[in-house]
């Protein structure tokens, strides 16, 4: 294995780190359950690591995170759901809108929708259509909220030089 191989793999690898903590660890209390920053950390996960490290990232952080929450019927479908929703952000950025500068916020929307469908879709499988349609509000929330922190820092790190840094390690 390569020079190179090993440092895809190590960021990789931290990358999916963050993002259980984000999710597993930094819980922000609602009124009806909680929310966490793994969105966050995935959509920069995306941004690092382009769309398909990215979304394997994602997907395996956040399952993760189910795992250890005592969620396993969650683990598959939300390693599914995030990783479609970080491969839909990438594909944004490196295909559809590459030049525009604020692709990734177009791309996180894009991706979070999917995410939105995808949730909405299993919870109705799983529990029925009225659980499934009470908990898109927190949905959207956690959804948005990931967007919004991971914009901010976005701005901060590229504005640091830190995000370009890390992109060429």
Not at 19 to 37: E, N, Q, R, S, W
Not at 62 to 72: Q, T
Not at 156 to 166: D, E, Y
């Amino acid at each position: 294995m390569g020079k190179a191989n090993i440092k895809i793999i190590t960021k990789t690898a931290l990358m999916a780190a963050l993002v259980f903590l984000a999710t597993y660890v930094l819980k922000i209390p609602l009124l009806f359950g909680y929310t966490h920053l793994g969105d966050c950390m995935i959509f920069i996960g995306v941004i690092i690591l382009g769309s398909k490290r990215g979304a394997f990232a994602g997907g395996v952080g956040a399952a993760l995170a189910d795992l250890a929450g005592g969620y396993p019927q969650w683990i598959l479908p939300t390693f599914i759901i995030k990783f479609i929703m970080a491969f839909t952000m990438g594909i944004f950025i490196e295909k559809l809108m590459p030049k525009f500068k604020y692709n990734y916020i177009v791309g996180s929307v894009a991706g979070g929708i999917m995410q939105i469908i995808g949730y909405t879709a299993v919870q109705w499988f799983y529990y029925g259509r009225a659980n499934a349609i009470v908990n898109i509000p927190p949905l959207l929330l956690q959804t948005a909220s990931g967007i919004v922190i991971a914009a901010i820092f976005v701005a901060i790190l590229g504005a640091s030089g830190i995000l370009g840094k890390v992109k060429t390690m």
